[in-house]
């Protein structure tokens, strides 16, 4: 199963969603695979995976050149609070330089990520993709490698609108490639209840022709912030690997092979 996570907006949890939605994996025997597609590198510092001189996404897309290294060589491993592990491929600002060298290929432009995957992660039961806030080569690669998608949606205005451009995205990789991720559905984040337009949001959410719902992420804030923040995003993270064949006793302890 292989999910990015997107909008065209920034600023909505997309790498917050990452690292919880692969931590709740983790704990579960499904050990995630996490691929840092933003050059701005958020997860990858989150997840404290930046090593000198160690290759990173950008050495396994290559943009106008060959790739110069594979996931399994990029990849480093991940604790998530000592009850489980993954792995995340670091990015670097580097990265935007590849995002840029994607676009003078004249063939692959939008599948040298799947064919990295194909190359070095084929054994992931669970590959989790942050994308930059954009419509680029970037998130481009991300949706055409993918086998799902899920949104993150703040309940405002423009986030919302965000949400509906990658609707829109996904119609038109559908209609020029013949086939398109399946869209899990919008997750709503840093929903504050106090806020009297985030009722409205929700229910543009909800709206016609929105995609479903997957739930609600309270805006959280003091002293047992991180701990709540885990417990919303369990029911979320069971959702999707249910939706993924992940759960039951027919997977115990999926591995990535080291």
């Known amino acids: 199963m292989i999910v990015t996570i997107c909008n065209y907006k920034g600023g909505v949890a997309k790498t917050t969603t990452a690292y919880h939605l692969a931590a709740a994996a983790a704990r579960r025997n499904v050990q995630p695979l996490l691929i840092d597609m933003d050059p701005q590198a958020n997860l990858t510092r989150m997840c404290r995976a930046r090593l000198p001189d160690h290759p990173t996404v950008a050495d396994c897309l290559g943009g106008a050149h060959n790739p110069t290294a594979t996931i399994r060589e990029a990849k480093v491993y991940v604790s998530f609070d000592n009850l489980g592990g993954g792995y995340v491929v670091p990015a670097e600002l580097s990265l935007e330089n590849v995002s840029v060298g994607l ?38 690669n991300a949706l055409v490698a993918s086998t799902h998608v899920l949104i993150c949606a703040e309940p405002e205005i423009d986030a919302i609108d965000g949400a509906n451009t990658m609707i829109k995205l996904l119609d ?4 020029e490639r013949g086939k398109a991720p399946a869209l899990l559905g919008i997750l709503a984040t840093k929903v504050d209840s106090v806020i009297g337009r985030h ?52 997977v115990p302890n999926a591995r990535l092979a080291a």
């Not at 038109?172 to 209609?175: N, P, R, V």
């Open 103 to 140: 676009n003078t290929r004249d063939f692959g432009r939008l599948t040298a990520l799947t064919n990295a995957i194909q190359r070095g992660a084929n054994g992931a039961p669970l590959i989790i993709i942050d994308t930059p806030p954009n419509a680029g080569a970037l998130t481009l």
């Open 172 to 175: 038109a990789i559908l209609a």
């Open 199 to 250: 009722a409205d949001g929700l229910a543009m959410l909800q709206g016609p022709g929105m995609p479903p719902l997957l739930g609600e992420i309270p805006k959280r804030a003091g002293r047992d912030a991180e701990k709540a923040l885990i417990e919303s995003y369990r029911p979320i993270a069971d959702q999707i690997l249910a939706e993924g064949g992940l759960t039951g006793e027919g």
